[in-house]
């Protein structure tokens, strides 16, 4: 499928390059930017144009979709409102989603900048993790006016299995908060329940198939679990990002004046993970910090 102008794809991460690729693979033509030019290549070579900023991105997509998926709300505000940013170029009735994780605040001030443009802002983060982007099964949160998120639907079908229209603006990102601070926390408790069975002489691999099944079960465990179980670290997603995510959870609970103890206590363990130079393993290294805080 293709659109008379190209879609515009500002990241190519690690969820950047898996989602930008599924988007070529089902024949949309992508003008791509990234701040690692190198990290563009593999797309490229999939057929992809390259624009140096996004300013130019911003420019080769006049009235079209630009998807914007990096790292932090910073970079987020630098890529849409920054000097070269999109709104310096973007004409009017051109649509901008952030398929990042990013702040509740920014998401709304950058939508309601992006409108006194008349350009529309959707905000649409995704779950599943690099295996979901890789395979185009991602879950899509989506935050924004209904016919926007219809205008880009077909987008959100090559790279997920299932989009929800969460409400307004801002919406998408409250979802994305929620499921971060159940994901922080679960892997938590699951690198600690099988460091428990382990110490005590049972095979971690088997208390997780014992688990599988029953009330004790998730995602978390099935995927997250296995790799605590080969100690396979190699990143999906980082341990930094995964702080990120629960720092921007409690900013938003203190802004709404809400007391989260568990989250705070989960904050805490991330951000010793990533004190203790560790911040670079997958999510499941969680397990990792267990041990050598023992």
């Not at 951000?271 to 990792?288: F, K």
Request: glycine share 10%; net charge neutral.
């Amino acid at each position: 499928m293709n659109t008379l102008a190209p879609v515009g794809f500002i990241g190519a991460g690690l969820m950047g390059q898996a989602m930008a690729t599924q988007l070529l693979n089902a024949g949309f033509s992508l003008c791509i930017h990234s701040r690692t030019v190198h990290k563009a290549e593999p797309l490229i070579a999939l057929g992809a144009s390259y624009a140096h900023s996004p300013a130019e991105l911003a420019q080769k997509v006049q009235g079209g979709i630009v998807i914007v998926c990096v790292t932090d709300s910073p970079a987020l505000e630098q890529v849409i409102t920054g000097p070269q940013g999109l709104l310096t170029r973007l004409a009017k009735d051109s649509l901008i989603i952030d398929m990042g994780t990013s702040r509740y605040d920014l998401t709304i001030t950058l939508a309601q900048q992006a409108q006194q443009k008349h350009i529309h802002y959707i905000d649409a983060p995704v779950s599943g993790g690099q295996i979901g982007a890789q395979q185009g099964s991602l879950s899509i949160m989506a935050g924004g006016n209904s016919n926007q998120i219809q205008r880009a639907q077909a987008l959100f079908d090559a790279m997920g299995h299932k989009t929800t229209h969460v409400g307004d603006v801002g919406c998408g990102q409250l979802a994305k908060a929620a499921n971060q601070m159940i994901v922080g926390a679960t892997l938590n408790i699951v690198a600690e329940a099988l460091f428990l069975a382990q110490q005590n002489g049972a095979d971690p691999a088997k208390v997780r198939d014992a688990l599988s099944g029953g009330f004790a079960d998730s995602k978390i465990l099935q995927v997250h679990g296995q790799r605590m179980v080969e100690q396979s670290y190699t990143p999906g997603a980082r341990a930094t990002t995964q702080l990120k995510d629960l720092q921007q959870a409690r900013d938003l609970a203190q802004q709404s004046n809400l007391n989260l103890p568990l989250n705070k206590t989960c904050l805490n363990q991330w951000q010793s993970m990533v004190n203790a130079g560790l911040g670079d393993l997958d999510q499941s290294g969680i397990l990792a910090w267990v041990e050598r805080n023992n």
